[in-house]
């Protein structure tokens, strides 16, 4: 059963969104809307997931804490400190590291005068590296919100923070 002060971090709004999404599911099989309830709990807490956040949804779906924690350490759609309101992924795996990721990373990094997993004091970006974005043809390559930047290059990262 929910505590009233568990409760009271999801509101019934997401509360019904979870309920109606995990509609989706067998009723003995709710649990499978984890991914879905911290994404929209952690859009509804300006960006990141709190462990009382976690604990919430855990007594919510009737799963073990452990078992959010483990979701939502494991996948990089969820964070745990706060982030900036662009988030910078950029891939750093062999095929972007071949192709200039080291460079625009640098460049990211200094541009921004933050380091990686760090937020510009302004709260407007936060620099992440990744392990794949898929698009490996047109390397290097970082995300921002859903849209995808390539072929990056100094000036082609300029434009891009210029734009936001």
């Not at 956040?53 to 959010?68: H, K, R, T």
């Not at 698009?135 to 210029?162: R, W």
Request: proline content about 5%; hydrophobic content about 40%; charged content about 25%.
């Amino acid at each position: 059963m929910m505590t009233e002060k568990k409760a009271s971090l999801l509101s019934p709004a997401i509360c019904e969104h979870i309920d109606r999404w995990i509609l989706r599911y067998p009723p003995e099989q709710k649990q499978s809307g984890v991914f879905e309830a911290l994404r929209v709990v952690q859009d509804a807490h300006q960006g990141s997931l709190t462990v009382e956040l976690m604990d919430a949804v855990a007594d919510y779906l009737g799963m073990p804490n452990i078992a959010v924690y483990e979701v939502a350490t494991f996948y990089s759609l969820y964070f745990l400190q706060p982030v900036g309101k662009h988030i910078i992924n950029l891939c750093t795996n062999l095929p972007c590291r071949l192709r200039g990721s080291e460079a625009a990373l640098e460049h990211f990094k200094q541009r921004l005068g933050i380091d990686v997993n760090e937020t510009t004091p302004d709260g407007q970006f936060t620099l992440k590296e990744v392990e794949c974005l898929g698009a490996c043809i047109s390397a290097p390559v970082c995300q921002m919100g859903k849209k995808y930047y390539d072929n990056l290059t100094p000036e082609k990262i300029d434009e891009v923070l210029n734009g936001k």
